[in-house]
Every structure is written in structure tokens, then in C-alpha cells.
């Protein structure tokens, strides 16, 4: 099988040992996977429930689907504690919690052996919440595979209520849970991005009457009006150092590119075109902003070398391809493309040219990668035209299609955050 289990299911013991001493992954991700390992989801009643009326069955099972890594194996009767009825159950490893101490311990073991894969403690029993979970799921996949598991990031996006109230900026966990309003205001809201350290947001909003860039801390919920320019101001980005933004300002007339270090507010034109250039968004080495012009045409998706001031297209398929968004390695940016049945999710691979379709079928819109690279999220019309909008994640490698909004309403332009760092009382 791709993904291994040490060297082999058999010598699991051997390669449990030898990552004990030197901190290696357990699961051997190095082959190329052609299959999740199957790990066995309890019912475990000795956590409780999971507000709001989920169970951590629930949770756990999408925790670990989340990651590219893992495939739940949940049925409907879970076997009991003894080994092999999770083995026979098609399970290769599994989650048990048991209580040790006082505390409830969460583990995982390998379903043939037996053998110990990893141990988290300091869960309190009936007081589990879904964050512990996300930080377990997290954990125990970076401790078997060496990779980030990914249940414990969130996602910025539009979301409209359909109140007659306008879009506003909303956060959630990726799960789809906790969705909170980020400002408060009911006003027209557009755009988010998350800055590289995880505690700041910038998006465009229209609370003056006219949009505006904001960056808000999303911790303390201060924040501060950083683009308020004549004319058109919208659509910030972080640098990868979060020192600076790129953005469209249309002071000058039309339209354009614009770079502003945050700790002066200096503002420099990067783009000079009597087209329209804009949805800028920083490449991961700082070195490259990727924006959409039509300058030739239709609109498309180009790169602006910041150091030459060289301007490449790098879309060519289809006449209209807009949102475009890099992936963490800089290799690859996915954008949206409309066809004649409506939008679709595309990748291109900026060295070879390249072009993959991810997803097609309703209008599928602004995709955002994952912090491993490995799945993107985008949103997808549901239902009647305009009625409402979805958010999906789609893995790349298999195409597999998780959705994670909840609710009444449209959600838009989603961001997905980096890996965010946990306090030792939030990550127990």
C-alpha cells in the first residue's frame, strides 16, 4: 500500500520503537499514496457531547478526513475495546480514550498489534470541546506521519444572510463551526485575507459609503482603516512577512496595483496600464504578486515580477479567469474560469503551463489552498441560481468533496488560514 505502517503492518513494534528514539514519523508518507489508512472512529461516551449537539465521533471522523493522510472507519455499532474487532471492522490503526489518573488519555494504536502510535492526556471527562479534538486529530497525525494536520485552521469568508443587510465577514472553524461575525457592523464587507501570522485580517468594507481597506485583530477586535484613497480602495493581501499589503487603489483614474508598507503607509504604484488590474495576492517568497487585467481582452490572470517589473499572463485558457490564489510552494496558482455552464475551479502549473480542472458543475468560485498544499477550498452555487452558495474543500490528489459550510445564506470568497499556533491551555 502507499502509506505504510513503519516498515510493514507487521512490523509495526519495530517502527513504533524507532520513533520513539528518533522522532521519525510512524506512517512512512514518502511513497506515493494510493490510499488513506483506515483508522477506526469510536463512539466514545466517556468525552460527552460537543456542543452544539455533535458527538466526537463526529468530529474526530472529520478531523482525520480533513487530512489527506487518513480515512474514517465509523460504524454504526463500534466494536469494543478488544483489538481485533476493530482490525475485522477494516480499521488499520484506531482512536480509543481511556481514563488514566483521573484524566481521560486519547490514543491511537495499530489494529493488528496493538501496538501504542501515539498518547495525548489531560482530557477531562464531560468537558471536552472541539477544540481539544482539533489539537488531538492535529497532533496524532503530525506525530504518525511527520506532516500538519489541518482540523485545527479556520476560514475567513463572505457570508450573506439574505436579511437585506449586505455581505459581512465571517470566521469559522474547517469544520464549518463556531461561525462568528469578525466586525459586527452591518455594512457591505468583501475580501478577507488572513495575514501570515494568523491573529489579523485585512478585507474592503463600505462602512464610510465608499470601500475602504481595514486590517482588524482578530484577537482583540481593534482595527484600523489603512486604505481610505479617492476612488477605489479593495482586495489587501499580506506579505508573507505581514509587513505589507498589496492592493487596488484608483486614485490615479483607473484601476491599478499598489504596494503600502503598513509601518509608514507609504503606498507605491506596481502596475501601469490603462487596463484594469486588480485582485492582487502576494506570492509566497515575497518576490511576485499575482493579479487579473484585462489588458488583453477578456480578464486574466498575470504575475509582476517585483524586482524586474516584468508582467507575465499566465492563463490562456477560457476569456474570462479571475480569483487567483498561490499555492504554499509557489509552484502553482488555481483560479477561477468561466465556461458556458458556469465557473470552474483550475490549477496552473506556472513552470510547465500545465492546466488542471479541480472542479466543474455550478459555479464553482475563488479557490484558496490549504496550508499543506493539498486541498483547496471554494465555493459552489447549491440549490436554485443566487439561491445559495456552499463552501467545499476538494482533495487534490483523489478529488475528493467535503462540505463544511452550515446555514441559510451565501458564502463567498473564502480564505483559509494558515497554521495557527495553539496556547498550552487551548492545545492541552
Known sequence: MGLRIAAAAACVLTGVSAGAETGAPIIDVEKSADRRIAIGIGSYPELGSI??????????????????????????????AMIPDW??????????FAALAGDVVGRVRDASSGALLFERAGFVSGEVTRQDLHAFADDAVTALTGEPGMAGT???????????????????????HGMQEVTGEEA?????????????????????????????????????????????????DFSPDGGRLVLTISRDGNPEIHGMDLETGKVRRLTRHRATDNSPVWSPDGGRIAFVSDRSGGPQVYVLDLETREVRRVTFRGSYNTSPDWSPDGRKIAYSSFRSGGFEVRVV????????????????????????????????????????????????????????????????????????????????
Not at 482490525?87 to 480509543?96: D, P
Not at 440549490?383 to 445564506?409: D, F, M, N, P, Q
Open 188 to 236: 457591505l464587507e468583501l475580501s478577507p485575507r488572513w495575514a501570515p501570522d494568523g491573529g489579523r485580517c485585512a478585507y474592503t468594507s463600505y462602512s464610510s459609503g465608499w470601500p475602504d481597506v481595514w486590517i482588524q485583530d482578530l484577537d482583540t477586535g481593534s482595527r484600523e482603516r489603512v486604505a481610505h484613497f479617492e476612488g477605489l480602495n479593495a482586495q489587501g
Open 51 to 80: 456542543p452544539p449537539s455533535s458527538t466526537p465521533r463526529e468530529v474526530l471522523a472529520f478531523d482525520f478526513a480533513l487530512s489527506v493522510w487518513f480515512a474514517p472507519v465509523v460504524p454504526e455499532e463500534p466494536p469494543s
Open 349 to 428: 502549473d506556472l513552470a510547465t503551463r500545465r492546466v488542471e480542472t479541480v472542479a466543474s458543475g455550478g459555479d464553482c468560485e475563488d479557490p484558496s489552498w490549504s496550508p499543506d498544499g493539498r486541498s483547496l477550498l471554494y465555493s459552489r452555487s447549491a440549490g436554485r441560481v443566487g439561491e445559495r452558495t456552499e463552501l467545499v474543500i476538494t482533495h487534490l490528489k483523489e478529488r475528493r468533496t467535503i462540505r463544511i459550510s452550515r446555514g441559510v445564506g451565501r458564502f463567498l470568497a473564502p480564505d483559509w488560514s494558515p497554521l495557527l499556533r495553539r496556547t498550552e491551555e487551548e492545545g492541552r
Open 87 to 96: 482490525s475485522r471492522a477494516g480499521a488499520e490503526v484506531f482512536v480509543e
Open 154 to 176: 479556520q476560514i475567513l469568508c463572505e457570508w450573506d444572510p439574505a436579511d437585506g443587510k449586505g455581505k459581512r465577514i465571517v470566521r469559522m472553524d474547517a469544520d464549518g
